[in-house]
């Protein structure tokens, strides 16, 4: 714990020393936690890529309203074949090196991406191909017509394939491993900022790239990006309010109307395309860190049924995030295709109905087992983790909660060294394939890796990878509904609520807040 007060005051005396120095052109950027690496294959997370996306580029992103809009392609649609998306390349764009961006980048970055250290091969599992046609043109051939392989991309960033081969990087850093190469701690992309210095967890500051395509096109308003970690929520919030940095994008709910209440400073809200939620070891036959010998209480979804009727979500919307959150039912946001009132009112609040499940299950006397949770990812991670603990004993499940920082929370899950987790998830696709890919599907070579529930269901695989190619979007639908009865009866997940954005930000920084919680600084103004 001094480790981490010594970190967080370091990087406030960082940002306090050149507060005098700074220009209206610099944006001074701070929030609770990190990008986990510069590796732009390595994680898929949102304030990795938050932070990537002001560097790197993908073909197309979604804008500050959500909306998909060309990047690196100008065009794109299917082609003669079904199963081939067809992309016109952007000419004349250059790295922060100076190379020219061509259709070898585009091949070279999407194979790396496939590749099983890849944190984001799930959105290419469809994909047997990719081809440069010539030096502006790229074919992406599906497994089958994929009707929604252009939303896979938009958190999908290009490389320089010569820089990336010249620095022993073509290999995707080995996140959960430990590992770390010249591409996590260095950035050669096509985007509007080019990385100056990294210190992790201190301060990354980024310059605008003189050379950038979009210039003309963006406002561009700011020379100058320093970006600060600032774990503590006061410490954040003091920085704010003193003016040592310009925007925070995680305002603690405890402190919205301080904020508001200031002069020169605005709070700007918006649901996020985020769900808050518990994942549970249902698979193996034993767990590690309970007090059940030789069984897996969890197992049994009597069980988990309980701990989810267990859980008050509304005490936690009224007194842990002060009215800041929507109470789920299902692990996906309303922004998805795929989500229906009934799904999202699923979750209740039964202690009667909960204790007698976990009678009739063989555990009336209760057990006892860890909680893993992160202290710097989520609004009110952890206390929302602490409230549950006491939820929980209600019903004789004596939780033993373990918060750590993100870095060495998210492993636990990647390697299946949890049994019971917090974990949120947004949709940047907006539509539920993402959802099953990543947290459904039995862990493969391309599919489940943020499974970490040890669920597989052989019939449920193959429904979750047919809908990479059905292309009647009826019977898509019908198979995406299918698949969230299977999941909502198995209660594989306990959802807690939907995040409510809450943007802190001096009056003259002029943004709309993104549903994903990714400012693209790019489009920033100024007042």
């Known amino acids: ?15 306090a020393l050149t507060a005098g120095m700074a220009s209206a052109e610099t944006l001074r950027w701070a929030r609770a936690g990190d990008s986990l690496t510069l590796d732009p294959h390595a994680q898929n997370e949102g304030p990795t890529h938050t932070l990537a996306h002001q560097i790197y580029e993908p073909l197309l992103m979604r804008d500050m309203t959500g909306a998909i809009v060309p990047v690196l392609a100008t065009e794109w649609g299917p082609s003669d074949n079904p199963n081939v998306w067809r992309f016109d390349l952007r000419q004349g764009v250059t790295f922060h090196d100076g190379s020219e961006f061509d259709s070898e980048d585009v091949v070279f970055s999407i194979e790396r991406a496939q590749t099983p250290d890849s944190d984001m091969k799930e959105l290419l599992a469809s994909v047997v191909a ?52 010249f591409a996590t701690t260095n950035a050669n ?20 790239y003189e050379g950038y395509w979009g210039k003309g096109e963006f406002p561009l308003a700011y020379t100058e990006v320093e970006y600060t970690p600032i774990q503590n929520a006061a410490t954040r919030v003091a920085a704010l309010l003193s003016g040592e940095v310009d925007f925070i994008q995680d305002v603690p709910v405890q402190d919205l109307q301080r904020v508001r209440d200031a002069d020169g400073l605005d709070v700007r809200t918006a649901p996020q395309n985020r769900v808050i939620f518990f994942g549970m070891n249902v698979g193996d036959a034993d767990l590690t860190k309970d007090s059940v010998e030789g069984a897996n209480p969890l197992a049994d979804a009597r069980v988990r049924e309980a701990m989810s009727l267990a859980i008050n979500r509304d005490a936690i919307r009224q007194v842990v995030m002060r009215g800041q959150s929507v109470p789920a039912g299902v692990i996906m946001p309303p922004f998805v295709n795929g989500w229906t009132e009934e799904l999202d009112a ?16 063989g555990y009336g006397d209760g057990f006892s087992i860890q909680l893993d949770c992160p202290n710097d990812r989520y609004i009110n991670d952890e206390a929302i983790c602490q409230a549950s603990v006491g939820m929980l004993a209600q019903i004789g499940v004596t939780v033993n909660l373990d918060a750590k920082p993100k870095a060495q929370h998210f492993p636990l899950i990647s390697n299946l060294d949890t049994d019971f987790y917090m974990l949120g998830w947004g949709v940047p696709t907006f539509d539920s394939e993402y959802i099953f890919n990543f947290l459904i ?15 597989s269901n052989p019939e449920l695989d193959e429904k979750i990878v047919s809908l ?43 943004t709309v807040v993104q549903p994903e919680d990714q400012p693209k600084i790019k489009y920033f103004t100024t007042n």
Not at 152 to 176: H, I, P, R
Not at 353 to 361: I, S, Y
Not at 485 to 499: G, R, S
């Open 468 to 510: 990479a190619s059905e292309t009647d979007l009826d019977v898509r639908n019908g198979t995406i509904a299918e698949i969230w009865d299977a999941v909502q009866a198995e209660t594989l997940y306990i959802p807690i609520h939907h995040q409510v954005l809450n943007w802190g930000m001096a009056s003259g920084v002029g």
């Open 189 to 208: 992309g096509t985007g509007p900022y080019s990385l100056v210095s990294r210190e992790t967890d201190v301060k990354t500051v980024l310059a605008a």
């Open 1 to 15: 714990m001094k480790m981490k007060m010594k970190t967080t005051l370091l990087a406030v005396s960082a940002i």
């Open 130 to 181: 990719v081809r440069a046609v010539d030096k502006y043109t790229v074919e992406i051939e599906t497994d089958g017509p994929n009707p929604i392989m252009p939303n896979n991309l938009t958190n999908l960033f290009m490389m320089d394939k010569t820089w990336t081969e010249a620095n022993g990087s073509t290999k995707v850093q080995d996140f959960e491993g430990g590992e770390t190469t």
């Open 346 to 361: 699923a979750s209740s609040t039964d202690l009667d109905k909960a204790k007698m499940l976990m009678d009739e299950a």
């Open 441 to 455: 599907h039995s862990r493969s070579d391309d599919r489940g890796s943020w499974n970490g529930t040890r669920f």
